[in-house]
């Protein structure tokens, strides 16, 4: 058997040590396969994060006789994926609502696109939960009742979930054009 047979046979079993090992071997080649396409370091290592997070959730479901560093990746790459998905609904949502201040040729386009990257950071660094109720319903466009049922939260904490994300959103991005302002109030 293989070192990485071993490691997941043990991970599967609940082995912490194994996972440790498991960490250790592959997390910078996936920090480095995550940094090559999402090109910030935040989000290469929150992807680190999240996917051992997901090994660690699913370690008795692990098979030591398929490829580690396959279903490692694969999963990388889902997250990866995901998180494009994220930021072209967004670019897309927000072309639709304002398309002249999508105009790159223009002083607002270079304004408008340093706005949404920091809208996206800002939205990275959000708990998960919370971050995921607002995706909902800003960018699925879930009534809170919906979001509630899926969650098992009560659609008052959904609402109160979404207006803390609006205004840590408002308080932290930097608005220093008029057009911008009404940019943020239309995603809002």
């Known amino acids: 058997m293989t070192s990485d047979k071993i490691l997941v046979k043990r991970l599967s079993k609940g082995d912490v040590k194994a996972f440790?090992?498991?960490?250790?071997?592959?997390?910078?080649?996936?920090?480095?396969?995550?940094l090559k396409y999402l090109k910030s370091d935040v989000d290469a290592e929150g992807l680190v994060q999240e996917v051992f997070i997901k090994i660690w959730k699913k370690h008795q479901e692990l098979d030591s006789n398929k490829s580690f560093k396959s279903y490692l990746f694969t999963i990388a790459f889902n997250h990866i994926k995901k998180q494009f998905e994220k930021r072209q609904l967004i670019y897309g949502m927000v072309d639709v609502l304002a398309p002249d201040l999508a105009d790159n040729s223009t002083e607002k386009g270079i304004v408008y696109r340093s706005v949404l990257h920091q809208i996206i950071d800002l939205l990275n660094e959000l708990p998960e939960k919370k971050r995921k109720i607002f995706e909902m319903s800003r960018f699925e466009g879930l009534p809170s009742k919906e979001i509630a049922h899926r969650i098992g939260l009560a659609p008052k904490t959904i609402d109160n979930q979404i207006s803390e994300v609006i205004h840590y959103l408002k308080e932290r991005v930097d608005i220093s054009d008029i057009a911008v302002a009404l940019l943020l109030f239309l995603i809002m």
Do not use: P
Request: no cysteine; net charge neutral; hydrophobic share 45%.
């Open 20 to 34: 440790d090992k498991l960490f250790e071997l592959y997390s910078s080649r996936l920090y480095a396969f995550a």
